[in-house]
């Protein structure tokens, strides 16, 4: 969009964390944008067109920027295990971010919902999209359900997937954490349980 570039300087200026996402931004433009301040991609993956060069792309230039921290939809929907994979071991751990983005359906049963004035529909496998359409409305992703799948799509232990969720998005806000939740994974049932809060 003309002025991007003066409006990502401006909020960087002013402690602004700025995210590239749901774009069509050229390779240069994305370089352009990173040079100015820019240090997300947002649900990198998503919102992007269906089709897309092989490279270069959206995509591979923000895997490849080393400023550029990556947040993921780890619901299987979004984007499939083995692009989950290749797209952390590009970030590497200490550059992933793990987000829902949840809707009214999140942690609900199958059925429709609202986001707003605009119906979505969560079908049996958690898929939330615009009804009779493949397009996908939010997620019903909660937080731990994202760590599990992201243990299971990566084989990545729990103690190196729970800072994704936690941690890493703190330190990249500029937050220190208050302390720390405890939580056990028990691979058999795919359940993650809540153990304690420490200060």
Not at 96 to 103: G, K, M, N, S
Not at 166 to 193: C, F, H, K, Q
Request: some cysteine.
């Amino acid at each position: 969009m003309p002025g991007a570039l003066t409006l990502i300087e401006h909020l960087v200026e002013n402690g602004v964390r700025v995210a590239i996402g749901h774009t069509v931004a050229t390779p240069e433009q994305i370089a352009d944008a990173i040079r100015a301040g820019a240090s997300l991609a947002t649900h990198l993956g998503n919102g992007c067109p269906q089709m897309l060069p092989r490279h270069p792309n959206a995509i591979w230039e923000l895997l490849a920027a080393d400023a550029v921290f990556a947040s993921l939809i780890v619901d299987g929907h979004h984007l499939p295990p083995a692009t989950v994979k290749a797209m952390i071991r590009a970030k590497e751990t200490s550059r992933t971010i793990l987000v829902t983005d949840a809707v009214a359906a999140a942690a609900s049963g199958p059925g429709r919902y609202t986001v707003g004035d605009v119906e979505c529909e969560r079908g049996e496998d958690g898929r939330v999209s615009l009804p009779g359409t493949p397009y996908l409305a939010g997620s019903s992703l909660t937080l731990d359900r994202a760590i599990v799948d992201t243990v299971r799509f990566t084989g990545l232990s729990i103690d190196a997937v729970v800072p994704m969720a936690s941690t890493i998005p703190a330190t990249y806000m500029g937050m220190t954490t208050a302390g720390a939740v405890n939580a056990e994974w028990e691979p058999a049932s795919g359940d993650l349980r809540i153990c304690g809060v420490t200060a």
